[in-house]
């Protein structure tokens, strides 16, 4: 592979993790200048009609426990990432459909790293899918606690599934891709 499309992948990488970086932060932006306003007891959790089931008091780690939980799964997705880009070990992990890993170990240094370098974009893609699902729960349940009223929970579900679409799209371009580079 040339450097200028290595360089390209790594920036397309960098691309995601940044904007999943300022959805995490955004996610904390959002907990930390609504907390003013929230009342002294307020709803974190809902059943499926919208009727909350369960109640806290007012305090910083109740309202910063979502955007803790997306830090700690960016933070383990990012490192997974890099440890996919660097590490030739990572192949060995790799689990895709009608994909042998034993020849995939036996390529070249180069064919091995091409394949390093689509999966690390897949899994950037898939962090910056949960981060952008993190920040519109934590959006939701945010203006829940404040104006007392259930956010329509359709962006959830069109989350979820653009998520399982991009998904599905990215397994079966990530697996024809290395399929090609491998020559399987």
């Not at 904007?19 to 609504?34: G, H, K, N, P, Q």
């Not at 997306?70 to 192949?91: D, H, N």
Request: charged share 15%; glycine share 4%; proline share 4%.
């Amino acid at each position: 592979m040339a450097s200028q499309e290595v360089i390209k992948i790594l920036r397309s990488i960098l691309t995601l993790q940044l904007a999943s970086f300022v959805l995490v932060t955004f996610s904390f932006y959002l907990a930390i200048s609504t907390y003013p306003a929230l009342p002294h007891t307020f709803p974190v959790h809902f059943d499926l009609s919208g009727t909350p089931n369960r109640w806290e008091m007012k305090s910083w780690i109740d309202v910063l426990r979502l955007p803790l939980i997306q830090l700690g799964a960016f933070v383990f997705t990012t490192a997974l990432t890099f440890w996919c880009v660097y590490s030739p070990r990572s192949l060995a992990y790799l689990n895709l459909p009608k994909i042998d890993n034993i020849k995939m170990l036996k390529l070249s240094d180069e064919k091995q790293g091409e394949i390093r370098l689509l999966s690390a974009v897949f899994i950037s893609m898939i962090t910056l899918f949960i981060s952008f699902l993190f920040t519109i729960i934590n959006y939701q349940l945010l203006q829940a606690e404040t104006t007392g009223r259930n956010g329509s929970p359709i962006w959830i579900v069109v989350v979820i599934v653009i998520s399982l679409l991009g998904s599905f799209i990215s397994v079966k371009k990530l697996t024809s891709a290395i399929k090609h580079i491998s020559g399987q």
